[in-house]
Structures are given as structure tokens and as C-alpha cells.
């Protein structure tokens, strides 16, 4: 054999394993957390009175403490709108029990983008600093007393006009800190603008840092084209934390309507995973690049109808906001927030 077809041997060899390696990544979708998710105890409910307790997401700081940032607002389940603002909890354990610490963000007031709430946060740690990403409101030029905005709760977009403006000046921002104590930077802008494959409004950050240094954001809006009321998840790419993000024209969910992304990269697999629920149950995304999704080969996680199995005390009218928390490169704990009668909670259930 000449060294001319050795060599184009080789390279055929060459690009042979360098393919088979890519499909393997591709195909390396063996993740399973249905059956793993552990009982539910006293410890794993997180309920405080007077107030509604809803998402979130965990992070473990360099003082070892797992850390806890939610939202919480009092009066009315609907209040969200209106009322919510981030607290931040400790425990010893991801799974609790939590104990709070502080209230971390409000809405700033009028004159801003972020001027009524603080709402849905999400915890990460990137390049030596902590990047709390929410989402907030404002009214605009419309007048309005704190009275006025609390009458708007319970209220459907389009029999109230207040209500209708409030959901959709919803937006995308995020705060910066290098402790996980603050004090927190805001900016004076959200990071995301609604556009194709969403539109109205940008919601319920996700983000993870992929392989290539880039960071993924998935943010929730409404379906163009569409006179259902149906959401789409969409997915922007940037080269920096706090932006600017590049939406992507293929949406990360297009089929059905869901909400509540959450994400995580798995290095082991090679893979992006998003936890999201759709009404009746707790499910699992997929993609290896971070652009083109589509479900996982165990896309179910965790149904409504069987969280009772677990201990929960009561079945929940609504079972929302998933988180997965990694540790040491594997699935955790699983954050998920449930809605029975006039109150609320966060579970944070061990995975095994």
C-alpha cells in the first residue's frame, strides 16, 4: 500500500470514529428519573405562613450551605403579578429543611422595567460570580396605586386591561453579585426581547453553560399565529452570561404547551437536559448542541397523580416550576412547587 492510500485510509478511518463518537453522543440519552425520585418528609416541604411559596432553584456556595432562591407574596395565589418578590433560604441538605434568610429583590418602583416584582428566579454560579436571573413587570405611563394592582388579581387578561399590560411588559432580567450574600447589581435593561419563535413576552429563565464556553437561555412566550392560548420555549445563545442573547429561530418545544424550563449540561453525557411541566406531569427535553431539541428517550419524570405515593400530604390542584439540582455531576435533588386551596409550597425531593 502506497503512503498516498495509507493516508487517505487513515483519514477515512479517522472520520469514520470521529462520527460514530458524535452519534454515540447523540444517542447517550440514558438518563432515567422516573422511579428515582425519594419519599417525601417533613423536611422536604418548604411552607411558611402568610405567605405563598413558589419555584425557584438551589445552588451549594463556597461556605458548604445549600442556598435556596424563591418566590414568595402574600394576599392572594394570583398575586404573582402583582406582589412577588426573591427570597433566599439555607439548608445543610439540598432536600431541606429551609430556613429563610432574606429577601433579595423587589421591584424597584416606577421608572424602571423591573418596577412591580421579582418573580421566578433562577440561581447560577459562572466565572467567579453569582448570576441571579428573574423575571419582573411594569406598567408603563399608566397610573396606578398598589390598591389598583392588587384588584387585578384573580382577573383574566382580557376582561382587564391592567392585568392584560402587566402580563405582557413581563420580562427576562438578571442581577449580579461575587457573594452569594450580595449585594446585587441590577441593570437597567432585560437581557432578551421577545421575538421569533415567541412572542408578547420573555419568561421563566433557564440557562447553562455548554461545552463550547457558550452560554444557553431558554425563556418561555406565546405561540405566534396562534389564537390558542399556547406557549412556546425558545432558546438564545450568548458569549456572556449577562448577555447579549441571540434567539434562535428553532423553538425548544413547539408541539405542545408547556412551561417552567429548567437546564442543566451533563458532561458525562454530553448532552443539554430541560426539566419542564406540562400540566399533568414533570418531563424531560433533550439536545446535544443546544439548539435542536427533542423529548428524551425518559421523558417522564414525576406525574402529578403520583406524588401522593411519595408522601406528599395532599394532591395538589397544580404541580409547577421543576428544577433539577446537579452535585458533582449527578441529578440530585428535585425542586418542584405544588398548589392546593388557598396555599402553596416548594418540595425539594431527594433523588436516588
Not at 48 to 69: A, M, Q, R
Not at 113 to 124: E, F, G, L
Not at 155 to 160: A, E, F, V
Not at 254 to 259: K, P, R, V
Request: hydrophobic fraction near 30%; include cysteine; charged fraction near 25%.
Amino acid at each position: 500500500m502506497t503512503k498516498l492510500l495509507l493516508s487517505i485510509y487513515m483519514v477515512q478511518i479517522l472520520t469514520i470514529l470521529s462520527f460514530s463518537s458524535k452519534a454515540q453522543n447523540t444517542t447517550a440519552d440514558n438518563l432515567n428519573l422516573y422511579n428515582r425520585i425519594g419519599e417525601i418528609s417533613e423536611n422536604n416541604i418548604f411552607q411558611t405562613p402568610k405567605y405563598y411559596n413558589w419555584g425557584g432553584s438551589i445552588i451549594k456556595g463556597e461556605d458548604n450551605v445549600y442556598h435556596l432562591f424563591y418566590s414568595r407574596w402574600k394576599n392572594n395565589f394570583y398575586g404573582w403579578l402583582t406582589s412577588s418578590e426573591v427570597a433566599h433560604a439555607t439548608s445543610s441538605s439540598p432536600s431541606g429543611p429551609w430556613k429563610y434568610k432574606e429577601t433579595v429583590l423587589k421591584g424597584r418602583g416606577k421608572g424602571y422595567w423591573d418596577a412591580i416584582t421579582a418573580h421566578n428566579p433562577k440561581i447560577k454560579y459562572f466565572d467567579g460570580k453569582y448570576y441571579l436571573y428573574y423575571i419582573s413587570t411594569n406598567a408603563g405611563d399608566t397610573k396606578y396605586t398598589k390598591k389598583i394592582l392588587l384588584a387585578t388579581n384573580g382577573k383574566r387578561p382580557q376582561d382587564c386591561p391592567l392585568r392584560k399590560l402587566l402580563r405582557e411588559s413581563q420580562r427576562t432580567g438578571v442581577a449580579v453579585s461575587s457573594s452569594i450574600n450580595g449585594p446585587w447589581k441590577r441593570f437597567d435593561s432585560p437581557i432578551i426581547e421577545p421575538t421569533d419563535p415567541i412572542t408578547t413576552l420573555t419568561v421563566n429563565p433557564a440557562i447553562a453553560q455548554g461545552k463550547d464556553g457558550k452560554y444557553y437561555l431558554i425563556v418561555k412566550g406565546d405561540k405566534p399565529n396562534e389564537k390558542r392560548f399556547i406557549r412556546n420555549q425558545a432558546i438564545a445563545i450568548s458569549d456572556n452570561p449577562a448577555g447579549p442573547f441571540v434567539m434562535q429561530k428553532q423553538p425548544v418545544i413547539n408541539n405542545q404547551d408547556t412551561e417552567d424550563m429548567s437546564l442543566w449540561y451533563d458532561q458525562k453525557r454530553e448532552l443539554f437536559y430541560g426539566i419542564f411541566h406540562a400540566h399533568s406531569y414533570l418531563g424531560l427535553v433533550v439536545s446535544s448542541d443546544g439548539k435542536n431539541w427533542k423529548k428524551s428517550n425518559h421523558e417522564i419524570v414525576l406525574k402529578k397523580n403520583e406524588i401522593t405515593t411519595l408522601g406528599a400530604p395532599e394532591q395538589p390542584e397544580r404541580m409547577e416550576r421543576p428544577f433539577v439540582f446537579i452535585e458533582n455531576g449527578k441529578p440530585k435533588t428535585l425542586l418542584t412547587s405544588v398548589k392546593k386551596g388557598d396555599k402553596s409550597y416548594i418540595i425539594t425531593l431527594p433523588i436516588k
